[in-house]
Nanobody, 120 residues
Framework: VQLQASGGGLVQAGGSLRLSCAAS????????LGWFRQAPGKEREFVSA???????SHAGSVKGRFTISRDNAKNTVYLQMDSLKPEDTAIYYC???????????????WGPGTLVTVSS
């Protein structure tokens, strides 16, 4: 499956952004999708994931602020990010897996990232 993320940009602290990730290839409904991020000088970390049946999982640092959703008709997964903080600044990546997980090694398809910058 090929993935392409979009929607990144510059936003002030407290603001919102919505990331999108469009997929092509295998039937979209057949896999779980996740968002990961990597800040400068840090390792890639799990953000959110959604299963084939719309079960969701969020990292503690974003719980209550970020929402993941999917639209199988549009082959797209979204990450709604509210109450953004400067520490959310990172490159955000979407990824696909056969089952929902929180570890990057569980995902076998990755798209190029989109940069999110949150200013204080």
């Amino acid at each position: 499956v090929q993935l392409q993320a979009s929607g990144g940009g510059l936003v002030q602290a407290g603001g919102s952004l919505r990331l999108s990730c469009a997929a092509s290839g295998r039937p979209f409904s057949s896999y779980a999708l996740g968002w990961f991020r990597q800040a400068p000088g840090k390792e890639r970390e799990f953000v959110s994931a959604i299963s084939r049946r719309n079960l969701t999982s969020h990292a503690g640092s974003v719980k209550g602020r970020f929402t993941i959703s999917r639209d199988n008709a549009k082959n797209t997964v979204y990450l709604q990010m509210d109450s953004l903080k400067p520490e959310d600044t990172a490159i955000y990546y979407c990824a696909a897996a056969s089952t929902i997980g929180t570890m990057s090694w569980e995902y076998n398809s990755w798209g190029p990232g989109t940069l999110v910058t949150v200013s204080s």
